[in-house]
Every structure is written in C-alpha cells, then in structure tokens.
C-alpha cells in the first residue's frame, strides 16, 4: 500500500486575524507540490480559534484550491456531539476525502461517552470517519481498546494518534494489523519513519508546515524503497523538531518558522503566544542550522 503524508495546514491570518484566504491557498499550493496532502482546521490550523462558519468557509477554500490534485482531510470535533455533528454534515456536503474526530477537549469523557460520541458522527455522514487522538491537548484519551471497537463500525475508517507515545500507537497498529478497514496515521514527527515501517497508512504531520520536502522525502524514500533517503529526511525531521520544539509551544514555533520566510501566514489569534525579537532570532537560527532560509 503507497503511505501518504498529509500535512495539518496552519491557517493564515490577516494583521486584524481574519482569515487571509489567499494565503492559505498559497500555503495549500506549496504542500500539493511538495507532494503532501492536507488536513485543515486541524490543532496546527488554529481550529479551537475558528468560527463554526470559518470552519465552513476555510474547508470550501482549501477543498476549492486542492480540486483534486491531493486528499483533504478536515477536522470536525469540538467538545459537543451535537456541534461535531453539525459540522461533519457540512463537510460531508462539501466533499472532502475524511472527516477527523478529535476527541473532546473542556467535557471529561469515559471511554464508553466517546464510543457513543464517535458512533453518532459516523452514523450521520457518508465520509469517512478518522478518530483523533491528542489526549495532551483534550485531557480525554481513545483507548486502544475502546479504537478496537471503533474500529468495527463500517464508517470508520482509522484514527490519528498524536499522543506522543510509541506504546499507544503500536497498540494501534495492532488493530490495523488485525482490520482491513482501520488505517493508523502517525502524528509524531519523530515517529514517522518508524510507524510506517510498523503499518501505518501514513502520517499527519504539523511539522510539515516548515519542511514540506523533507516529510516528503521520508515517504518517497519509503515508497520507492530507498531507505537511504527515508532514513536521511528523518534523521533531519528529528533533529529540527527537536531544536524548534525546545522553544516553545510546538504548533507556535511551527508558525512563526514558516512566518520568518513567508509573513502572508501571520500571526495566530490571540491569546495564543506573542513572537519577541528573541525568540525570532533563536527560531531563526534553527533555521539556519537546517538550510531553511
């Protein structure tokens, strides 16, 4: 099976924070001809700062530039079922290739709560449903047992693990394993390589944002069979996580990266961390030390 890389697309902002839909469609551009595919309005994509109709509007923009040149996935969770449903409808509407669930973040959940929450939402669509993981952001975590479950249902198609932690995804690349209809993706950039040489379908990377042809080289590499070229872009996809990640909130430094060489992103909305002089100068230095600008 060919892997597919699929990079969580910022959103661009305008100096009011509106959305600035041009450059995101630049921004879309760049990564399609990378070679990546795209999931929008996802963490890196400042969802939890969207409007129910930018949501909406952001997803026909993106839906509207890719016109069929790479997949779309578009993130629909919001704490509430009733707002999730909503949500999926319309993206089902629109037309996009998955419909990500993250699960929801502010309402504590058991693991039945989200079983029943999940089942609702692909009950009503006819896209396929994608499971999302990020328990660090959430509080509320997917089980690998309660994915097993998940995973029988006909309209889900797999889950997005952005826990961080190879235990639980390798107890979801169990199920894929085990299921023909359940594919994994892989959200730690540091993990990419690893989960598809362990079964992953693929990754959904934020980090891409900043290095589109380097996520691309580590896919390609693999697909072709050269691993010599896998493992390079890896090794390098590391070891920039690493250094910009130790500067601050991960999907704020992924932003301000891409911003330092192309200001049409701008900035996120607040109250999300304001860039200083010093801390551009330490991102930009990162920069340097990997040829990025």
């Not at 944002?209 to 590499?221: E, F, R, T, V, W």
């Not at 890896?234 to 992924?254: C, H, K, S």
Request: glycine share 8%.
């Amino acid at each position: 099976m060919t892997k597919k890389a699929y990079v969580a697309l910022v959103t661009c902002f305008n100096e009011d924070e509106t959305i600035n839909f041009d450059a995101t469609r630049k921004q879309v551009r760049r990564q399609i001809e990378a070679g990546n595919n795209i999931m929008c309005a996802g963490t890196n994509g400042d969802f939890s700062a969207l409007t129910y109709d930018e949501k909406i509007q952001l997803c026909e923009a993106v839906v509207d530039e890719v016109n069929g040149r790479a997949s779309v996935i578009v993130n629909a969770g919001m704490p509430a079922t009733f707002e999730t449903l909503k949500l999926a409808r319309e993206f089902d509407r629109i037309g996009v290739d998955g419909i990500a669930v993250i699960t929801p973040f502010f309402i504590a959940c058991t693991q039945d709560g989200l079983i029943r929450h999940f089942s609702r939402v692909a009950d009503a669509v006819e896209t396929p449903i994608y499971l999302y993981d990020i328990p660090a952001r959430t509080q509320n975590h997917i089980e690998p047992e309660t994915a097993r479950k998940l995973s029988t249902h006909g309209n889900i198609a797999g889950i997005k693990d952005s826990g961080g932690a190879q235990e639980t995804l390798e107890a979801y690349l169990e199920i894929a394993r085990s299921s023909d209809n359940f594919e994994v993706y892989s959200g730690p950039d540091h993990l990419v390589l690893w989960a598809l040489e362990n079964g992953a379908a693929g990754c959904i990377s934020g980090l891409g944002n900043a290095l589109p042809d380097i996520l691309a080289g580590i896919i390609n590499g693999y697909n072709s069979k050269n691993m010599e070229e896998a493992n390079r872009n890896q090794e390098i996809y590391t070891n920039f996580r690493t250094d910009l990640y130790a500067l601050g909130f991960p999907p704020a430094m992924v932003k301000r990266a891409l911003y330092l060489n192309d200001n049409s992103v701008g900035a996120s909305r607040q109250p999300a961390l304001l860039p200083n002089d010093d801390q551009d100068a330490k991102i930009r230095e990162v920069l340097k030390k990997f040829n990025q600008i």
